[in-house]
T-cell receptor
């Protein structure tokens, strides 16, 4: 799986939108972009994934650049509960056995 | 609660002792994964089962580590002759085979401290 680059940390104010960037310049055509997050003292949880088109779900939105070399996870209104480490992960679903390759992620702090 | 469960949640052991952790996946999930996470790092893949077959092992899984998934249901991870470097959070995850998502559901982890 290709490597991703994320900022080590970001800060946000409560109830404001948050844009978490991820660079993946070596992404291949069969790589899906997945986001997981890990709340303090918990295991990671799935947030969202996409291939080429922007995606929305109840937790977040995923904006994917046209060349697919970067993506942005968007939390529309940050809450204190969104304070977590966010991981951007590429997965070649066609070729891999399915294990996730985590980087260090972005630690998001949310201020009240 | 029908999520992934792990026991025990915490384990303190002395160097040289053996420890065993248990993971109960979501009942219909045929894939089960073990990861290890040290402080400040993302989880690292250890091994993966599809049903009862162990299909992949990371180079991180030394010969002191062994994992089983009898009958394709729960799984155990045993560490023999523990070392201080084994201190970490051990995470289990499960998923369904197939589809573009392969969304993995993680348990709360077992925190191991080797003194």
């Amino acid at each position: 799986d290709a490597k991703t680059t994320q900022p080590n940390s970001m800060e946000s104010n409560e109830e404001e939108p948050v844009h978490l960037p991820c660079n993946h310049s070596t992404i291949s055509g069969t790589d899906y972009i997945h986001w997981y997050r890990q709340l303090p003292s918990q295991g990671p949880e799935y947030v969202i994934h996409g291939l080429t088109s922007n995606v929305n779900n109840r937790m977040a939105s995923l904006a994917i650049a046209e060349d697919r070399k970067s993506s942005t996870l968007i939390l529309h209104r940050a809450t204190l509960r969104d304070a977590a480490v966010y991981y951007c992960i590429l997965r070649d679903v066609e070729g891999s056995q399915g294990n996730l390759i985590f980087g260090k992620g972005t630690k998001l702090s949310v201020k009240p | 609660d029908t999520g992934v469960s792990q026991n025990p949640r915490h384990k303190i052991t002395k160097r040289g002792q053996n420890v065993t952790f248990r993971c109960d996946p979501i009942s219909e999930h045929n894939r089960l994964y073990w990861y290890r996470q040290t402080l400040g790092q993302g989880p690292e893949f250890l091994t993966y089962f599809q049903n009862e077959a162990q299909l992949e092992k990371s180079r991180l899984l030394s010969d002191r580590f062994s994992a089983e998934r009898p009958k394709g249901s729960f799984s155990t991870l045993e560490i023999q002759r523990t070392e201080q470097g084994d201190s970490a959070m051990y995470l289990c995850a499960s998923s369904l085979d197939g589809g573009s998502s392969y969304e993995q559901y993680f348990g709360p982890g077992t925190r191991l401290t080797v003194t």
